[in-house]
Structures are given as structure tokens and as C-alpha cells.
């Protein structure tokens, strides 16, 4: 299927403007296909020209210009032509539309817990087509009005306020302008919560069997998201202007959330079924509140086209986290920015496929997708923070506010929230985007005490500096405002803010004295891997150990963890400042990061399996000792040793009822635990079985497929490949899961002939799935323990072939990760440091 080029998407805005949609969909016809009938009032700006209509159907029944049939057989790649426009127009299209099963289009989930089908509709990023017929691009906004026929007992949100008008049936108020790609619908025997805030009508929607879990979370959920909407009010000084507020958990959902004006629908893993650590409430808290910011921007003022995307992303992730911190209780959310957000971002900014954040130059709606990466999230908010912080509330709160007064219900670019931002008083903004949004790269800063003579003292003295060093291949020269402080044995600290301008720079703060350790970006201002000297590195066994700030032990432990992708720094010696400082550590962000880290990348891949698993398990368990019962640091800990354990009695025990004191082996702990003894096989098919028996719900189907791609037999891996290369009909969790549990570092040998099959296989997999899909699947079916040259010459091979788009992305990003790996190895081959 074509996607739209921006040259298609310039020449459509500029022969046409949508009034309004009607759209009509029968949902009554069974599990396979509904109804769709679209009319669409629109002028044209030059009478008698043509454009052209998106739509994606099983069958196109019938297209009407004007009152004229026309040949339905046109439909071609999803296109329909329009010619001859008059001045007002008026097409009706009519179709059966495939209901999906990978959470694009509409998706349609049948709940193994109590047979229940629940649909929703995604329409992100050019699905909507799959939906109803449309002109899909982001800057062709128009009203719409829904119409549903549903089973009798089911009901349904949208985008604009819904009410049955009989049994059946159902209207949708009409809506404000909204660009095609957030048109939603949620329908289904879905269980409600409702309520009020500020005059804003709020509905919270999950399906039956979840029920109990959103009525125990519902006044949480309810809380943050007032708190936010206030919040939100002080600071763009616009109401929310779509009326009401649905808050969807919809099954099988690929992202974390979609930001549809008034519906909002989340990934329903957010509604808990059983315990969590206290970063993932506050995740959940966050993405809530990231949503919210979309409403204003992002829904209420659109980028123009998809290379802004970022720039949508970015804000939204920025003003998150100073919501949650200043009007939430999840005052964590810098810390949980460090980890997750900001490694994130820091990995795909020095891969070879780094791009700069704003002007990626994506020329149709495909390769935005692609894009879409850790670089629009985490470092366009990294730097938006800096750019607020240099600019302070007045100034960029006053452009903000400006630039959605101006662009209401309309469409923007980068360039005239730059505008903006210099009308409200800023000076040097465009100058911060040329070095900041325009180049890619990370620069490396790094404290150093060198003799520098001063106008006292011609001879020199020793002076703290820092020095900042771009990537060869991106020459730049970034300012960066930090703290530096030297921190003494016991924690406490004297810094000093050093403003960086050139490539070495004076910091204000006298030498360290023997046993002190110097840290740049104490409070994780900027966007640069810190890389710390070996007698900092010394230190920091004890000085994890007693640093106050969460913040900075981030700092400290992203700073270890990128010296050792980038082989400058021992994993060993990585694993004995983990060993020593780990256990200390009491916040489940940092846990849950650092343990999965350990044994996800650490074990496996920098270090052999062989070597590193007796350490990592027990590094996981002395976590786990020291963890207070019942917290979440504990749940954290548990994990990882679940995850980690070499001898599988230990996870027996924890299941036939002796866990440790204060833990609770619910549903999700249950298959941590078995997906552990599934890959050291102390369980078998029955076992999991038995286990499904025990959790029929639609999680439980998902975890049993992980668990069962990872037993260690040629039967299982051999249906779990089937299963990723063959089966359409699995649902795009089943799907994930599989691909995710395949993969062991202690399977090698059991899976080592599909590491060549994955490069001649995949590829041709990726025409049966379309879209998130190909790039997710990909991504987690990827040989990532496969640490050889081999692996690496197999991977050059598949990247010359014609690939899809996401397929090509996942490869080479993932070969990047295995090139790392291969480095640290070599590097550090022998055990001894
Ligand atoms: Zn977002």
C-alpha cells in the first residue's frame, strides 16, 4: 500500500477543504466485517480539478461524486480518483471493512475470559482509511458525526458525546475540527466509570473482566487526571475544549496510549491486575498526563505534516513531567525520565540511524513512523526542559500560549512555534535550534583537573574543567548548562553551575580532595553521556551507597552503563560497583532499570552467559534480601530473580507457597516466575496448561505463549516459529510474546540454526503484517544473543536486500546493539580486569 508522500498531501490541501464527515458503521454484522458509509461535504478551491479519496476495504459496494455513481473497480492502492470537482461536493462511499487484529484500524478482541468481543478504533498514523473513506493527512481537519449499530447490550464512546437513540443504536455529538488520524470509537459490553471535574464529564472504560481492577484504581486514576486538567488550565491558560473526557484500556493496544481528542484510549495492561512497583503506577500516572498535554498539543493545534511529530511528542513528554511533579503525588517522574527516557533516547541518538530531532525530512507518512524513536521522545523533552530553563515560565509558557491561541483547531510547524516563542520576548531561540534540533549526536563531557595559568598565577593551577567532545561524524558546538559537584565519602557535596560555551571550560570549584569524586550533571540537566574518570569509578561502590538525590544516582549509573556500550569501561567492573551499591538502592525505578539491564544486556551479551549467570542471580537475590517486604522494590528484586535464577528449585519453592515474606505470587509474579522455569525447562506443556487452567484471562493466554516459546525443545522453538512467520491469526500480543520469549542465552545451541533463518525468513513474514507490526515483531524476534561476526555478516546481507521499512529499521538498530556487544568482548575478553 502506497503511503502518502508530502508532495501528494501539499497538492491535496491545496485543491481541497473538508466541511464535514458523517460517518455510519455497522457493527452488528459478526466477528469478520462491519459496515462503513462515509459522506463527505468538502469544496473545492479549483473548480473542475481532481484529487483523490483513501479508503481500505474488504469490498467497496458503492462511490458517489455528486450524485454519480462511480466505478467502484478504480479502487486502486487504496485510492479512489475524484474528478471533475465542483465548488461544493458531496462523496458517499459505502464498504464492508475487515476488523484488524493488530490494533490498527478497527480492532476486534474477543475476551478468552468470558467470550466478550470489545472493538476500538485506531486510526493513527494512516489507518483510518482501514475505517471509513477519507482524505487522510493530518492538515485536512473537519467536524464529524458517528452514527453506530451495535449488539443491544453494548455501548460506545467516541470523540464526541454518544447516547443510544434506541436499542442499538447509537449517535455521536458532532465533533470540533479533528484530523482524520484521531478519529476513534470505543465499543463493546464495556465496564464504566463516570464522573466530574471542573464541568468536565468523565468516563473511565475497561472490558468486563477487568472491571474489579479499574474500581479499585478508579479514584487514582480519577485524581491525576483532575489534578492535570487544572494544571493544564494555569498553564496554557485555554480550556479543554472537546467536551468530554473518555479515558479508554482497550486490549491488545500497540502503543501506550493515543491522545483521541475526548478518548483517549491505553494499552489496558494499565489497569492492574495485580501488584506493581511504584514506577509503574507513577508510568501509568505519566501517561495519563502525557495524553492530556496532546489535547491542547498536538489535537487542539496538529503539526502540519508527520516530520513534526516530534515536536508533538517532545512537548508532551516534557510538560508531563513537570505536571506530575508539580501537581501530582508522582513526584518521581524525573527519575523514571533518567532510566527509562533518557537511556532510551541516548541509545538511538548514537546508533548509525540517528537523525536530528526536528526537520528529519519525512517525505511520506511510512518513514515518520519510522522515526518515531526515543530522539522524538526523550531528547526533544530533554531539550525543551533545558529550552524552558533558559528561557524561564514567562517567555516560553507566554509562546506557548500564543502559539495554540493562533493555531487553534488549525495546524503548525516547528517554525512558527519558534515564531512564537520570539514574539513572547526570546531572543536567541532560533540559533538554541540550529545546534540543538537540527544536528544529531551526543557529546561526551568529561571533569578534568589540569594546570590552567590565571592572571594570578601565570605558571598555572590546578583547576577543575570540563571538557566537551562532539561525535566525529556530527561536528557541533552545543552549549550546555550543568551543576558539577564533588561529592566527599560520606554524600555530601559543593557544586558549582558551569555554563559551557567551548571545548574545555573552568568550573569554579577548588581541585577534589584524595577520596572525593567529581560528577558532571548532577541534576541530569543537559543532554550528554558523562563519563567519569577510573578514581571516580573507584569511588562509587561506597558513593552510590549515600548519595541523597535519585536523580543523581541516575546520573551516575546511565554514565556507567553508556562507558560500557561504548567498551570504555570493564562490564566487570560494571558488575562489582552493581554488586557493592546495588542492595543499598531502594528506589524500584532504579532497581527494576538496573536488574533488567543486568540481565537482559550484561548477561548474555557483554559478558558470556556462562560467566555472568552465577553473579547476576546473585546479585539479584542480595537486592532482594535488602528490599523491604511489600514494597515495590521488593516486587522489582523478585522480578529479577525470577528472572535470573540458575537453579530452579528456588522458583518452585516460591510458587508451591514459601515465597519470601511480603511478597505475593499474583498472576503476573505466577508467569514471571514460570517463564524463568520455562527456559531452564522445570516445567513442561502440561504444566503451562495447567497454569492456563488457572488464569483464563486474555494476559494469561499471552504470558502462556511467551512461556511457551521458551521451553527448551525443537518442538517448541519450532512451533514458535510458525507462529512468527506463518500464523496471521494470532493477535499482536500473542504475536510479540512469542517473539519475545524465543530467545534464551542459554538456549544457543538449541536455537542456533534459526539465527540464519531469522534473515531469510523475516523478511518474508513481514508481507503477511502491515504497519507497528513488521517494526515490533522484528525488533523482539531478533538473534540478539547471537554475539558473533557471523550473526553480524548475516544481518549486512538482509540490510542489502529490498526491505520494508520498519523491518530494515529493527535489523540495523539491533545489529548496531550486537556490534556493541562484539566490541566489549573484544575488548575485555579475559576475566581478569
Ligand atoms: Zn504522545
Same mark, same amino acid.
Not at 493555531?407 to 512555534?417: E, K, Q, R, S, V
Given at each position: ?615 547476576? !542471580?546473585?546479585?539479584?537475590? %542480595?537486592?532482594?534480601? *535488602? +528490599? #523491604?517486604?511489600? /514494597?515495590?522494590?521488593?516486587? =522489582? $528484586? @523478585? ?59 486474555? !494476559?494469561?493466554?499471552?504470558? %502462556?505463549?511467551?512461556? *511457551? +516459546? #521458551?521451553?527448551? /525443545?525443537?518442538?517448541?522453538? =519450532? $512451533? @514458535? ?59 523482539? !524476534?531478533?538473534?540478539?544473543? %547471537? ?47
Amino acid at each position: 500500500m502506497a503511503s502518502l508522500t508530502v508532495a501528494d498531501a501539499r497538492e491535496r490541501a491545496r485543491v481541497i477543504a473538508v466541511d464535514r464527515y458523517a460517518v455510519d458503521l455497522d457493527l452488528t454484522r459478526g466477528p469478520e466485517t462491519f459496515g462503513s458509509t462515509t459522506t463527505i461535504r468538502f469544496r473545492c478551491r479549483v473548480p473542475g480539478a481532481a484529487t483523490f479519496l483513501d479508503v481500505r476495504p474488504e469490498r467497496l459496494l458503492s462511490v458517489r461524486l455528486n450524485g454519480d455513481y462511480l466505478d467502484v473497480g478504480l479502487l486502486e492502492d487504496g485510492r479512489i480518483r475524484l474528478e471533475a470537482l465542483a465548488e461544493d461536493n458531496e462523496v458517499d462511499v459505502s464498504a464492508d471493512m475487515s476488523y484488524s487484529h493488530d490494533g490498527e484500524g478497527l480492532h476486534r478482541h474477543v475476551d478468552p475470559a468470558d467470550g466478550s468481543a470489545y472493538v476500538y478504533a485506531m486510526s493513527f498514523l494512516d489507518a483510518a482509511p482501514r475505517i471509513f473513506a477519507c482524505f487522510d493527512q493530518p492538515d485536512l481537519k473537519a467536524p464529524y458525526s458517528l452514527t453506530v449499530s451495535t449488539p443491544p447490550d453494548w455501548t460506545v464512546v467516541g470523540n464526541g458525546a454518544a447516547w443510544p437513540v434506541s436499542s442499538g443504536r447509537w449517535q455521536l455529538r458532532e465533533t470540533m475540527p479533528l484530523s482524520t488520524y484521531f478519529v476513534t470509537l470505543v465499543a463493546g459490553p464495556y465496564h464504566s466509570v463516570r464522573a466530574e471535574h471542573d464541568g468536565i464529564p468523565l468516563g473511565l472504560h475497561v472490558k468486563q473482566s477487568l472491571a474489579e481492577h479499574l474500581d479499585r484504581d478508579a479514584e487514582e486514576i480519577l485524581t491525576v487526571t483532575a489534578q492535570a486538567f487544572d494544571e493544564y488550565h494555569r498553564l496554557f491558560g485555554i480550556r479543554y475544549p472537546f467536551g468530554e473526557y473518555h479515558q479508554a484500556f482497550v486490549p491488545e493496544f500497540n502503543a501506550g496510549a493515543m491522545e483521541n481528542p475526548g478518548c483517549v484510549t491505553f494499552r489496558d495492561q494499565m489497569v492492574f491486575r495485580s501488584r506493581v512497583t511504584d514506577g509503574e503506577r507513577g508510568d501509568r500516572a505519566r501517561t495519563i498526563v502525557h495524553e492530556m498535554a496532546h489535547q491542547w498539543f498536538g489535537d487542539l493545534v496538529t503539526m502540519q505534516w508527520w516530520d513534526d511529530l516530534w515536536l508533538n511528542e517532545s512537548f508532551a513528554e516534557f510538560m508531563t513531567r513537570r505536571v506530575c511533579q508539580d501537581a501530582t503525588a508522582f513526584t518521581d517522574a524525573w527519575v523514571d525520565f533518567a532510566f527509562s527516557r533518557k537511556r532510551w533516547g541516548m541509545t538511538a541518538d548514537q546508533r548509525p540511524s540517528t537523525h536530528p530531532v526536528a526537520g528529519n525530512g519525512s517525505t511520506d507518512a511510512a518513514s515518520a513512523l519510522n522515526d518515531f524513536d526515543g530522539i522524538s521522545y526523550a531528547k526533544g523533552a530533554a531539550l525543551l526542559k533545558q529550552l524552558n530553563a533558559h528561557l524561564g515560565d514567562e517567555v516560553f509558557l507566554g509562546g506557548v500560549r500564543r502559539h495554540i491561541g493562533q493555531h487553534a483547531y488549525g495546524n503548525a510547524t516547528l517554525a512558527d512555534l519558534l515564531q512564537a516563542w520570539t514574539d513572547a520576548g526570546a531572543v536567541d531561540v532560533q540559533d538554541w535550534a540550529d545546534q540543538w534540533l537540527r544536528l544529531p549526536g551526543v557529546d561526551t563531557l568529561r571533569l578534568e583537573t589540569l594546570r590552567l595559568a590565571t592572571e594570578t598565577d601565570p605558571s598555572g593551577a590546578d583547576t577543575v574543567a570540563l571538557t566537551r567532545t562532539a561525535p566525529e561524524q556530527f561536528p557541533a558546538r552545543r552549549p550546555h548548562t550543568l551543576t558539577v559537584a564533588a561529592y566527599a565519602a560520606d554524600g555530601s557535596s559543593r557544586s558549582a553551575e558551569v555554563q559551557v560555551a567551548d571545548d574545555t571550560t573552568p568550573v569554579a570549584l577548588t581541585a577534589p580532595e584524595p577520596g572525593e569524586v567529581l560528577l558532571a550533571d548532577v541534576h541530569d540537566d543537559t543532554w550528554a553521556k558523562v563519563r567519569l574518570d577510573d578514581d571516580s569509578v573507584a569511588g562509587l561502590p561506597r558513593l552510590l551507597q549515600v548519595i541523597a538525590d535519585p536523580v543523581t544516582r541516575a546520573v551516575v549509573w546511565n554514565s556507567l552503563t553508556y562507558a560500557v556500550d561504548d567498551a570504555a569501561l570493564n562490564p566487570r567492573t560494571m558488575l562489582d560497583v552493581l554488586e557493592a551499591a546495588l542492595p543499598a538502592e531502594q528506589q524500584d525505578i532504579a532497581l527494576s532499570s538496573m536488574l533488567s539491564w543486568t540481565n537482559g544486556v550484561l548477561r548474555g551479551r557483554y559478558l558470556p552467559q556462562e560467566e555472568a549467570d552465577e553473579r547476576v !542471580a546473585a546479585l539479584a537475590t %542480595a537486592v532482594l534480601h *535488602r +528490599a #523491604a517486604p511489600g /514494597t515495590g522494590a521488593q516486587i =522489582a $528484586a @523478585a522480578r529479577g530473580v525470577a528472572g535470573s535464577a540458575t537453579d530452579p528449585d528456588v522458583l518452585l519453592f516460591w510458587l508451591d507457597g514459601a515465597p519470601p515474606d511480603g511478597l505475593v505470587i499474583d498472576p503476573e509474579m505466577r508467569w514471571t516466575v514460570l517463564q524463568r522455569l520455562c527456559v531452564l525447562g522445570a516445567v513442561d506443556d502440561a504444566r503451562l496448561d495447567a497454569e492456563l487452567a488457572r488464569d483464563r484471562s486474555a !494476559a494469561g493466554a499471552v504470558h %502462556a505463549a511467551r512461556c *511457551r +516459546a #521458551a521451553l527448551p /525443545t525443537p518442538e517448541a522453538k =519450532a $512451533a @514458535a516459529w510458525q507462529r512468527i512467520t506463518r500464523d496471521t491469526a494470532a493477535g499482536n500480543y500473542a504475536l510479540y510474546a512469542t517473539c519475545d520469549g524465543f530467545w534464551a542465552p542459554e538456549q544457543q545451541e538449541l536455537t542456533a540454526p534459526y539465527v540464519a533463518r531469522y534473515f531469510e525468513e523475516i523478511p518474508a513474514s513481514t508481507g503477511l503484517r502491515t504497519g507497528w507490526v513488521v517494526g515490533e515483531m522484528s525488533r523482539l !524476534a531478533y538473534p540478539r544473543y %547471537a554475539v558473533s561476526d557471523e550473526t553480524v555478516d548475516l544481518a549486512e546481507a538482509a540490510l542489502g536486500q529490498d526491505l520494508a521499512t520498519g523491518l530494515r529499521r529493527s535489523i540495523a538498530d539491533q545489529t548496531d546493539d550486537l556490534r556493541r556487544a562484539l566490541a566489549v568482548r573484544r575488548r575485555f575478553s579475559a576475566r581478569a580486569t
